[in-house]
């Protein structure tokens, strides 16, 4: 079981998902922003594709789903990827993957 979050920035309302918990197959989500395009990604890290794609394993390494640049980082969760404010959870459910 995992749960979902939705973050909304006050400022620009830039909208990201963030998942919690482990999903089936022992995967976890790391959101993480990228420089390049100013998103966040939901990057899937570990579990079973992990085993067979050991590039799977960490956050390190990884690119963008949305640009594939490199310089991706690990979200802090509180700073907006767009304009640098603040974003907030508004939402918050029981997710299954
Ligand atoms: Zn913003
Ligand atoms: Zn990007």
Not at 17 to 39: N, R, S
Not at 86 to 93: A, G, H, Q, R
Request: proline share 4%; aromatic share 10%.
């Amino acid at each position: 079981m995992a749960w979902k979050r939705i973050y909304i920035c006050k400022q620009c309302g830039y909208e990201t998902e963030v998942y919690e918990g482990k999903g089936l197959f022992g995967q976890h989500i790391t959101p993480m922003t990228c420089p390049e395009c100013h998103t966040v990604q939901n990057i899937v890290v570990g579990g079973v594709i992990g085993d067979v794609a050991p590039s799977y394993r960490t956050e390190a390494g990884r690119l963008c789903l949305r640009c594939g640049s490199d310089k991706i980082k690990v979200w802090n969760l509180h700073t907006c990827p767009k304009c640098g404010g603040e974003m907030k959870v508004t939402n918050e459910k029981e997710f299954w993957t």
